[in-house]
């Protein structure tokens, strides 16, 4: 139930861009997508909700096939603050929410 | 809104002995979930609570492991003889009765030794 998410880990360089994929063997009701700190609890980025949509905000912005189960979150032109594990999270029926494997982003100058 | 509040925030513990762990939620937020967070590892769904009433279990939350909410505020999730397996870091997070974002607290780390 654990939604799978790739890649694993990604290296980028200041000002370069990244996509993260989630994918889920169930029907998805919302994808949700964090952010953790090293040590720090998750912080919310996004909610996506079913209808398939589109969201963002500065750099980052997701979206959500619902058909597919699976969400994508971008982020262009990243910056050093946007180091951390991603995570998205998924709500299915019955209210229960997982979250997904992780992608840890490294930013570097 | 003061955010979601986790206590203790660090428990070292021997094996075999009981811990109870604290959530108080963001008031007014009727869903309460529990997650165990391992090192590098996305954070494990364990139950989910809307107000008083535990609506989902998680199989990997054992028998050792219980959570109440007994008056749809505050809520407990007790181990009992713990093991060096159950170190970890246990997560709560509220949100409010519509499908929005989830609030973490800053965890409580359980430390088995």
């Known amino acids: 139930q654990q939604p799978v998410q790739s890649p694993q880990a990604v290296i980028l360089r200041e000002g370069e861009d990244a996509v993260i994929n989630c994918s889920s063997s169930?029907?998805?009701?919302?994808v949700h997508w964090y952010r953790q700190k090293h040590g720090e609890a998750p912080i919310f980025l996004m909610i996506l909700l079913k209808g398939g949509e589109q969201k963002g905000h500065d750099k980052i912005s997701a979206s959500f096939n619902e058909k597919k189960q699976q969400s994508s979150l971008y982020l262009t032109a990243s910056q050093l603050s946007y180091s951390g594990t991603y995570f998205c999270?998924?709500?299915?029926?019955?209210?229960?929410?997982?979250f997904g494997t992780g992608t840890s982003l490294t930013v570097i100058p | 809104d003061t955010g979601v509040s986790q206590d203790p925030r660090h428990k070292i513990t021997k094996r075999g002995q009981n811990v109870t762990f604290r959530c108080d939620p963001i008031?007014?937020?009727?869903?309460l979930y529990w997650y165990r967070q391992t090192l590098g590892q996305g954070p494990e769904f364990l139950t989910y609570f809307q107000n008083e009433a535990q609506l989902e279990k998680s199989r990997l939350l054992s028998d050792r492991f219980s959570a109440e909410r007994p008056k749809g505020s505050f809520s407990t999730l007790e181990i009992q003889r713990t093991e060096q397996g159950d170190s970890a870091m246990y997560l709560c997070?509220?949100?409010?009765?519509?499908?929005?974002?989830?609030?973490f607290g800053q965890g409580t780390r359980l430390t088995v030794v």
């Open positions: 999270g998924t709500e299915s029926t019955g209210n229960q929410f997982y």
């Open positions: 997070a509220s949100s409010p009765p519509a499908r929005v974002k989830a609030f």
């Open positions: 169930k029907a998805l009701y919302s």
């Open positions: 008031s007014e937020h009727n869903r």
